[in-house]
């Protein structure tokens, strides 16, 4: 639980200024908690405003950077599973600068730092990540509880803080 508070202090200074957010969701439909990202854009729906523009990207993020471009974003926040060593539901907020020290191999068509690195330059937005620890990515659908239980506490927090 500090792990999820200690993201949300960071995620939320570095939403303080935001004028158009997107929200992009990247996940596999059928890597159970894989998905958690599209889940949090799909639970988000109704509940921001329109500075911010929701992206289901499931493993494809690339196929978006038009739509993301056109909107004209101050930040870009991509919501995804990671397996980073913590306990399953656990999520830390990550800013694109510091994936440059991980290698650019991804389970994703365009590895993540590449998208990253990418959308700073063309957008000239400030780039992050919220990453969800999983519990199992082994193929099937629905979440674990745990991370069912954080994907909630997310929404319910990106809902309060967006502008």
């Known amino acids: 639980m500090a792990e999820a508070s200690s993201a949300e202090k960071k995620l939320r200074d570095w939403l303080s200024g935001a004028e158009r957010v997107v929200v992009a969701g990247v996940g596999n ?3 159970m908690d894989d998905f958690v990202g599209v889940k949090v854009v799909r639970d988000l729906q109704g509940r921001v405003s329109k500075n911010v523009l929701l992206v289901e990207c499931e493993t494809v993020p690339e196929s978006f950077l038009q739509q993301i471009l056109d909107f ?39 590895p993540l730092r ?16 919220l990453l969800v620890e999983p519990k199992n990515v082994d193929f ?24």
């Open 29 to 31: 439909p059928i890597r």
């Open 72 to 110: 004209g974003p101050s930040h870009v926040l991509i919501v995804d599973a990671a397996v980073m060593g913590l306990e399953p539901g656990d999520f830390r907020f990550v800013r694109s600068e510091h994936l440059r020290v991980f290698p650019a191999i991804s389970t994703h068509m365009l």
């Open 114 to 129: 590449v998208f990253c690195d990418y959308l700073a330059e063309a957008v000239g937005a400030r780039v992050g990540l």
């Open 140 to 163: 099937g659908e629905g979440l674990s509880g745990e991370v069912e239980a954080a994907s909630r506490r997310i929404v319910d927090f990106l809902a309060k803080i967006l502008p």
